[in-house]
C-alpha cells in the first residue's frame, strides 16, 4: 500500500504530538501513512496548504493559531464545523477542502467517557475564546450544561463566540474583570494559550469553585501546570489536563480519513506513562 501525506500545521508546531499519535493509530489499523508537522504563520498558511496537496496531502489537522483561517478556506464543513466557526481537521476531496471541528468532541469523549464524569445540569465557565474555545464550546452545550459564561482577555472575541451559539438564554459572554462577581461553577474550562512558552499568567478568584467543580485544562504537560495547581488549591474536586482530549480528537480525525476507528485508550496510556510532564501542547 503506498503512503499518502497528511500532516498538521500549527504556528508553532514543532513539537507537537499528533505526528506520534497518527504513526500509533496508523500501526494498530494496519494503514500507511506519512504525517508531519508543518510550521506555517498565519500569512503562509494557504500558500503552505497548496504546496503540501500539490505533494500528495490527502488530509491535516491544524492547530493554534490557525483555526479560524482554515475555516475560512474550506469549500464545505461540517455542522460542527460551522457552529464552531473553527476548523481543526480537514479533508482534501474532490478537489476541494472540507472541514471538520473534532475538539469538542475529543474533549466531551474524555471526560464523560474516560473519566467517568457527567457534564450534564452544571454551571460552566469558559476561560478563552480562541480557535479551541469555539470548537469546545458547542460541544458543552450540547453535553447539557445548564449555563455557560465565556470570558476572554479580549472581550469582542467572546462576544463573537457567544453570539455564533446562538443561545442567549444559555450562554453569555462576561469581562474578565466581573470573575470575582459572577458566582462558582461545576465546571471550569481553561481555553487559554496564556501558560505556554512561559508566558504571562493570570489570578483567578476562589469564589469561582465549590468542592464539587471540575476544572478542566485543554493544555497539558508544563503549560497545564499553573492552571491545575490552582484548581487544586482552590479545593476542585477533579482536575483534568488535555492530553486525553488531545488523544480523542485525534482519533475523530483518523476514523474520518481512513475508515477505522484506533484505539485510544492504548495510546493515551503509552502517552501519559512515557511522558508523566509533557512539555508541549497542540
Ligand atoms: N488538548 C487538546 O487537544 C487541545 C486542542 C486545542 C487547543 N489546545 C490548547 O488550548 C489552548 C488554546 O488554543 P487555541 O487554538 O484556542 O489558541 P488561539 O486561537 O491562539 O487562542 C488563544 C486564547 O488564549 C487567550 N490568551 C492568550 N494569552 C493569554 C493571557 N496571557 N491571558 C489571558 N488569555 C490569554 C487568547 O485571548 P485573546 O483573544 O485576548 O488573545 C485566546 O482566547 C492552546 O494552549 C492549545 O495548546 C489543546
Redesign the pocket.
Given at each position: 500500500m503506498s503512503s499518502v501525506r497528511y500532516a498538521v500545521f500549527g504556528h508553532p508546531v514543532s513539537h507537537s504530538l499528533s505526528p506520534r499519535i497518527h504513526a500509533a493509530f496508523a500501526r494498530q489499523t494496519g494503514v500507511s501513512l506519512a504525517y508531519t508537522a508543518i510550521d506555517a504563520a498565519p500569512h503562509e498558511f494557504v500558500g503552505a496548504l497548496d504546496r503540501f496537496v500539490g505533494e500528495g496531502g490527502k488530509g491535516a489537522n491544524v492547530?493554534?493559531?490557525l483555526?479560524?483561517a482554515a475555516f475560512a478556506i474550506c469549500a464545505r464543513t461540517s455542522e460542527r464545523a460551522r457552529r464552531a466557526g473553527?476548523v481543526?481537521t480537514l479533508s482534501w476531496n474532490d478537489g476541494q477542502w472540507h472541514g471538520d471541528n473534532t475538539?469538542g468532541a475529543?474533549?466531551v469523549r474524555d471526560l464523560t467517557g474516560r473519566n467517568g464524569l457527567d457534564l450534564r445540569g452544571r454551571r460552566a465557565l469558559m476561560?478563552?475564546?480562541?480557535?479551541?474555545?469555539?470548537?469546545v464550546a458547542p460541544a458543552l452545550l450540547d453535553a447539557g450544561v445548564s449555563e455557560l459564561i465565556v470570558v476572554?482577555?479580549?472581550p469582542e472575541?467572546a462576544d463573537a463566540l457567544i453570539d455564533a451559539m446562538g443561545e442567549p438564554e444559555r450562554a453569555l459572554s462576561r469581562y474578565?474583570q466581573d470573575l470575582g462577581e459572577i458566582g462558582d461553577f461545576g465546571l471550569i474550562v481553561n481555553?487559554?494559550?496564556?501558560?505556554?512558552g512561559g508566558?504571562?499568567?493570570?489570578d483567578l478568584p476562589f469564589t469561582l469553585t465549590t468542592p464539587r467543580t471540575l476544572a478542566v485544562d485543554?493544555?497539558?504537560g508544563e503549560?497545564a501546570i499553573p492552571f491545575l495547581a490552582w484548581a487544586r488549591a482552590a479545593g476542585c474536586r477533579d482536575a483534568v489536563?488535555?492530553?486525553g482530549?488531545?488523544v480523542?480528537?485525534?482519533a475523530e480525525a483518523f476514523e474520518a480519513w481512513h475508515g477505522a476507528r484506533p484505539d485510544s485508550d492504548a495510546v493515551y496510556a503509552a502517552l501519559r506513562g512515557k511522558d508523566a510532564l509533557l512539555v508541549t501542547?497542540?
Open positions: 492547530t493554534l493559531p483555526k479560524e473553527a481543526n475538539d475529543g474533549l476561560l478563552g475564546a480562541g480557535g479551541a474555545a469555539r470548537g476572554n482577555r479580549t472575541r474578565w481555553a487559554t494559550s496564556a501558560a505556554r508566558g504571562e499568567d493570570f485543554l493544555n497539558y503549560a489536563d488535555g492530553l482530549m488531545l480523542e480528537q485525534a501542547a497542540d
